[in-house]
Structures are given as C-alpha cells and as structure tokens.
C-alpha cells in the first residue's frame, strides 16, 4: 500500500424534488432506505463481485456525496440523509449570487438551515456571480432569469451526479425548473433516477453506474512504491518546489507545510507510477516493432535458403512468441492506460501545488465537448484530483504583502521551469522525428535499387543461366521482403510515439508560457497576479487535456 491516506470512491447523488413535504422526517428515512436498497444494484451486476472484494480488502472505501442547491424542503432532506453516512460530503451549486438566492427563503429559521448546511461544503459553486439587480431592463425579466437559474441548476445537478434522487409525486412540471422538468433531463440522459414518494421507491435504472472509475481508484490505491524510491522522490520534490533560490526561500511556512502534508506524497504516487508504466509502454512498443521486422527477415531467410529453413522458421516463431509475451505484459498491466491517466493526474497536482502554495482555488474543471469519450466527469483522474483537493482548508488568496514575493517565484519556478523544459521537450521530439525520417529516407531508396536490380537481373538473364545467378536472386528478395518490414516498423515507431505533434505542442506551449511570464511581471495587486495564475493554470491543464486526447488512443499493433 502507499504510504499516503487511500483515495475514496464517492458515489455522487443528486438531489431533486419538491419544498413543500409534510413530514420530513419520515422523508428523510425513506432516503436512507433508498440508498441503502437501490444504489449499490445500480452498478453492473458482473462486476458487483469484484467491488464486494474492494469492500472486504478495505483498500478503497465508497463513501456517499451529495450534490444540492440546498432549497428548502427535498434538497435538504436529502442532503441531510447522505451526510448521515460515515465520510459523507455535501456539494453545494447555487443557481443565484448567494444574496439573491437566500433571499428565497422567507423564515430566519429556514435562512439559519441554509446557513448552517452551506458552511459544511468547502468549495459552493455559484452559477450566476452577478446580482439580479444588475440584470435591470432585461428583456426576459427578473421572474423569467431566476426561472433560467434554476433550470441550469437542475441540469448542473444531472450532469455532475452518478444517480439522482426525486422526491416526486409524479405530476407534471408546474414550472421551468421545476422537479418534473430536472426528471425528465435525467432520464433523457440516461442517468439513473430513484423516485422516492410517501413508501414508494421507484427505480429507473438507465444507464446504471460506472464501475470502471472505481477499479481505476482501487488501483491507484493498490500500486506500492518502494522506499526508495519514495525518498529519492521526495527529494527531487524539494529541490524542484523549494529550491535554494531567495525566492523560493522566502516562501510562507505554512505553504510548504501544507502542501508537503497534503498534496506532495499524492503527486509522488502519481508521477511514479506514469514514470514506470511509461517506459514499460515505450520499451513493449519499441520491441514490438523491432521485433516484427526481424521476425521478417527471419520467415525470408527460411524461405530464400532452404538450407538455414530450420533456423529460420525457428527465430520466427520464438520472436513472435516474445512479442506475443511483451503485448500480454503490457496489456496485462494497464501499462499504457495507467502511465497517461496517472501523468494527467500527477500534472493537475503538480499546478495544484504551486496554486495552493500562492493560497488560490483553481477554477472548476469544465470538459470540452469534443473530449467526451476521453475525460469525463466520471473519470477516475478528475474524481481523485477532487477527493485530494478538497482534504485542503479552504485557501484564503494572496495578501498584498505576499503579491511580490509569489509572483517572483512563479515565474522563476514554474513558469520558467515550464518554459524550459518544453523547450527541451521540442529539441528531443524533433531529434528524434528527423532521426525515423532519415532511417525511412535511407530504407525506401535501397529497397527500390534493390527491386530494380532484382528486375534487369531477371530480364537480361537467360533461362538457362538464371541458375547460376541464384545466390544474387535470393540476396535481393531478401531485402526486398526485409527492408519493407523495416520501414513499416519505423512508422509504426513514429505513430506509437508521436513525434512530431508532441514536437509542435512543446513549441507552441513555450511560447504561450513565456508571454504570460512575461505579463505576470507588470502584476503587482493580488487580483491581477490570481487572474493570471488562473490563466497559467488552465493554459496547462488544456494542454494536458490536448496530451491526453492524443496518446490516450495510440496503441501498440503487432500488426
């Protein structure tokens, strides 16, 4: 086991339903009855046996969170149910500025409820900043704009959440916003949806729940690191983060503290798993490759000189055997899988630290479109990032006296260190793509000469004296089969490497990072140097995001 607090897998529940219930308490339990009877048969049945032995092995703990806008009535029935679980947490979205949306709630009592709910989630996450005020004069009206808000509300609820529980009475939708309306989303996105109505519980399963981001979390869990290693990484995180440079001295000891408690040994984990899945990735895919060509040439030798059949067939065999062995290894290991999640989560760390350092919650992570199939909210990396953040108090933002101070080490320490190390980056992809081209450059021309000679030869020679000549024949169809082999191993190199589009990604990253360096000089107010951290931090995550896209799809073919 790592030598850190396991990451948990958080069953995300969503709440919907109406205010106005006349026994809330027996609501409540009904809530309780329905997680407790429904959710966990959400996951698919085939893999139920595998998460009862997660269970069992107590490596990875499933807790419950909930996510409410917290309105009067179900959103607070439900809430208070899920929060009566061991590690429970509560996730706030509020469809208006907190002044606005408080002032829907008429009672003091009910405004001290909402008060007191709000304070026990670390991060609300408010949908609208600007006040309904500033909205004066707006064609839609102020009624049709808190209608909008709750509307997007529901959806955020649907859209972030694993299942959704209604307290419904099933009638149609009364309004825009409204329950019917959240239910009715939910099901056209194939989320399932637990009605929970006076002793009924009603279950629309749809698409269930994902297992697949809890094995991942189990497995991060799992990896164990040696000794070590973890002190060599330990090290380097030091030097890296804290080198003996005035101005990564003059640091808060608060800052170092906290992040070297919190958010370095999940980084350690991280980086050191990618580091170790990526060299078996690369070494599986550069012996694959290697491997084939020689294995052609050794299935020609048996063919082009009967004499050496037998050693020639032989080699073939044994070498498609080891490359048979080195795919299953690989495979077997979630080498690939594991070194490109695990680099995109230990990249989200490592901004992660140097924003906690500078006392700045990173804005949310929002999922491009087009990245769908390849991050989602359900992806175990954003999931783990989320668990691992919000273990951190709250970060209260850089003081003036401070401004300076983080702003030199910024630029010297991470933006700096980020410009170079693309910079280097784009050198070695470019070295090593010109170096495949000119191998391709050098295979294609002997092939062709190859083939051409073999061809006059055969023209200009007479029947009768083709035999003579064999001993050239065989030489030239040897090449002819081996050399192809060769060339097609070589891109299959370059496509299992991606060589150029890394090569343009670094350039491209360099430069974009040395203009923000060089516009975080000029930043001496608190405001202006966040906005420009938030802007470094989201220039690297979609960088990541755009890392990811690609190599998450490269595969090795033994083909």
Known sequence: ????????????????????????????????????TAV????????????????????????????????????????????????????????????DYVEDFHAEESKKEF??????????????????????????????????????????????????????????ERGRGGTAEVVTYAIDQKRPVIRVWGELIEVHRNNGLDSAALFSIDR?????????????????????????????????????????????????????????????????????????????????VGVLFPELAGAGFGVELALLLVIAVTLLLARGRHAHQSWVENRFLAERLRSGIFMAICGVEPWPVEVLPFMGHSLSVNDWTLRAFDEIWE????????????????????????????????????????????WLAWAGNVVLPIT????????????????????????????????GLLFPAIGASLAGMEAHREHLRLEKSSANMAAQLERLRGQMKSATDPVRFESLLQQGNEA???????WLMLMRFVEIKAS
């Not at 062709?448 to 073999?454: G, Q, S, Y």
Request: some cysteine.
């Open 391 to 434: 273990r951190l108090p709250a970060l209260p933002g850089c003081s003036d006296s401070e401004c300076l101070i983080l702003n030199s080490y910024v630029r010297e320490v991470w933006l700096g260190k980020q410009v170079d190390y693309h910079t280097m980056n784009h050198k070695i992809q470019k070295r090593a793509r010109k």
């Open 1 to 36: 086991m790592a030598d850190f607090e396991p990451v948990p897998y958080r069953i995300r529940i969503g709440v919907t339903g109406h205010r106005k219930l006349d026994d809330p308490a027996a609501v409540q339990a009904m809530v309780r009855k329905a997680i407790d």
């Open 220 to 300: 991060f869990n799992r990896r164990a690191v040696k000794p070590h290693e973890r002190e060599d990484s330990r090290r380097d995180l030091e030097s890296e983060y804290f080198p003996q440079t005035d101005v990564a001295q003059a640091i808060p000891s608060g800052a170092r503290d906290l992040v070297r408690r919190c958010l370095f040994p999940y980084y350690q984990h991280a980086s050191g798993l990618a580091e170790k899945n990526q060299k078996w990735f690369h070494r599986a895919g550069w012996s694959t490759y290697t491997l084939s060509a020689a294995a052609v040439g050794s299935a020609a």
């Open 540 to 546: 690297m995550l979609q960088e990541t995001e755009g």
């Open 448 to 479: 062709i000469a190859a083939a051409t000679v073999h061809l006059l030869v055969l023209w200009r020679t007479p029947a009768e004296a083709q035999e003579s000549v064999s001993w050239l024949d065989r030489r030239l169809s040897f090449i």
């Open 115 to 172: 008060r007191q709910l709000l304070a026990r989630c670390r991060r609300p996450l408010q949908l609208r900043s600007s006040r309904n005020q500033d909205a004066a004069g707006h064609p839609a009206g102020a009624a049709e704009l808190r209608s909008e808000a709750y509307s997007r509300a529901g959806q955020f609820v649907v859209d972030h959440c694993d299942a959704l529980i209604a307290v419904w009475d099933g009638e149609p």
């Open 40 to 99: 966990h048969n959400l996951f698919p049945s085939k893999s139920l046996p595998y998460i009862d032995r997660i269970r069992r092995a107590g490596t990875t703990a499933i807790s419950y969170s909930v996510l409410s806008p917290l309105a009067e009535g179900a959103d607070r029935i439900v809430a208070r149910a899920v929060l009566e679980y061991p590690g429970a947490r509560l996730d706030v979205v509020l469809p208006l500025a907190l002044e």
